[in-house]
Each structure stands twice: as structure tokens, then as C-alpha cells.
């Protein structure tokens, strides 16, 4: 399965996603720019990622702690979400997304 992501300077890459993974460590697998300084323990904002708004159905539903660190994150957008909390499935398998200013 693929994820599709455009890094900040509007490149597309499209990446191979493994089950399981969260998308914030697949992004930086890949040796995209996100910074993810807290390594996925929902403290930090820099996995900031914009989600194309037709997946954003498909993700699971924010949970409390997302909500309070996107609070501080930077360019807070509708369809802002944090990658590290986006956990990869077959639901999610071609999932395009923007790395957020600040994420990066
Ligand atoms: S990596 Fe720090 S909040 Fe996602």
C-alpha cells in the first residue's frame, strides 16, 4: 500500500506504507522533512501534516490529546492532523497529505 505526500517544497512522493506503521514514522522513514521531535508520543505538533479532505472521513477520530497539541501547533488548518496519531491501514492505502510548514 501507498501513501502520497507532498513535502514543503510541493514535491509528491509517493511512499510504501506498512500496516501498522504511524504514518508520522513512514514520512520520516522515507527521509522526508518532518521533524517529529517527540517521536510519536503525541508532545511535540512537528508531525503537523494537512490531510486531503476527501480521507478525512477515514481517519480515525481525534482524540483529546491530539487536539491540545495541535492547539499549539502553527497554520492550524480544518483538515490539520498530527501523523504520528494516523495509524496505517488497508483503509488508508493511498492517503494524501501535506507536510504541514511547521512539521517540517
Ligand atoms: S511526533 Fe510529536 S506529536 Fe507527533
Excluded at 8 to 18: I, N
Excluded at 37 to 57: I, Q
Excluded at 79 to 94: E, T, W
Aim: hydrophobic share 45%.
Amino acid at each position: 500500500m501507498k501513501i502520497f505526500v507532498v513535502d514543503p517544497d510541493g514535491h509528491e512522493h509517493a511512499l510504501d506504507a506498512v500496516e501498522g506503521w504511524r504514518v508520522m514514522e513512514i514520512i520520516r522513514d522515507h527521509g522526508l522533512p518532518i521533524k517529529a521531535e517527540c517521536g510519536g508520543a503525541c508532545a511535540c505538533a512537528t508531525c503537523h501534516v494537512y490531510v486531503d479532505e476527501g480521507w478525512l472521513p477515514k481517519l480515525a477520530a481525534m482524540q483529546s490529546e491530539e487536539e491540545e497539541m495541535l492547539d499549539q501547533a502553527f497554520d492550524v488548518q480544518d483538515n490539520s492532523r498530527l501523523s504520528c496519531q494516523l495509524i496505517m491501514s488497508d483503509a488508508l492505502d493511498g492517503l494524501k497529505l501535506w507536510i504541514a510548514p511547521a512539521g517540517g
